[in-house]
């Protein structure tokens, strides 16, 4: 993605003709993805990265463990600032039906900023629009129902067939 695709002056001294202050483009890249690890666990590891010219690039690594589709643990490692990084987050989120979740964020600030801050709080509210989806539920991958689905379908045709044979005895 790409907020501000254009470049914008938004300050100008007519008197000394200086540009104060402008917008430049933002460039985005995101990846991830859900590895089942169990029944009642999946694994999802995302990343993303922004590139703004003249600026360091960033890097977002994440990792969350989503447990029996209903509960969120996370945290997250952003590169930049000065020394180990610019900060480390820690998430938790409840699905509290299909479509709505309720989260909490807190960002350790590791940067030179930590001695003017100390990190940010943040709550979040999730709802889905969109209830049925082939292959995801809000944002959870649905392998388990697809594979209860199949080997119901499966058992459901046996069943059919074994009927069948014996009737023809």
């Given at each position: 993605?790409?907020?501000?695709?254009?470049?914008?002056?938004?300050?100008?001294?007519?008197?000394?003709?200086?540009v104060?202050?402008?917008?430049?483009?933002?460039?985005?890249?995101?990846?991830?993805?859900?590895?089942?690890?169990?029944?009642?666990?999946?694994?999802?590891?995302?990343?993303m990265?922004?590139?703004?010219?003249?600026?360091?690039?960033?890097?977002?690594?994440?990792?969350?463990?989503?447990?029996?589709?209903?509960?969120?643990?996370?945290?997250?490692?952003?590169?930049?600032?000065?020394?180990?990084?610019?900060?480390?987050?820690?998430?938790?989120?409840?699905?509290?039906?299909?479509?709505?979740g309720?989260?909490?964020?807190?960002?350790?600030?590791?940067?030179?900023?930590?001695?003017?801050?100390?990190?940010?709080f943040?709550?979040?509210?999730?709802?889905?629009?969109?209830?049925?989806?082939?292959?995801?539920?809000?944002?959870?991958?649905?392998?388990?129902?697809?594979?209860?689905?199949?080997?119901?379908?499966?058992?459901?045709?046996?069943?059919?067939?074994?009927?069948?044979?014996?009737?023809?005895?």
């Amino acid at each position: 993605s790409s907020p501000q695709f254009l470049s914008n002056e938004i300050g100008f001294n007519e008197e000394t003709d200086i540009v104060t202050a402008f917008k430049v483009a933002h460039y985005y890249a995101m990846a991830g993805f859900t590895v089942p690890m169990s029944e009642k666990v999946k694994l999802r590891p995302a990343f993303m990265g922004k590139y703004v010219p003249g600026a360091p690039f960033q890097l977002d690594a994440n990792l969350s463990a989503i447990f029996s589709d209903k509960f969120t643990l996370g945290a997250s490692y952003r590169t930049g600032g000065s020394g180990v990084g610019e900060s480390v987050d820690f998430l938790l989120m409840l699905q509290l039906s299909k479509r709505l979740g309720l989260g909490m964020g807190y960002d350790f600030t590791l940067s030179d900023l930590k001695n003017y801050n100390n990190g940010t709080f943040e709550l979040m509210l999730r709802y889905d629009f969109k209830l049925k989806r082939s292959d995801l539920e809000n944002g959870v991958t649905d392998t388990n129902k697809k594979s209860k689905k199949s080997s119901k379908s499966s058992s459901k045709s046996n069943k059919s067939k074994k009927s069948k044979s014996k009737k023809r005895r």
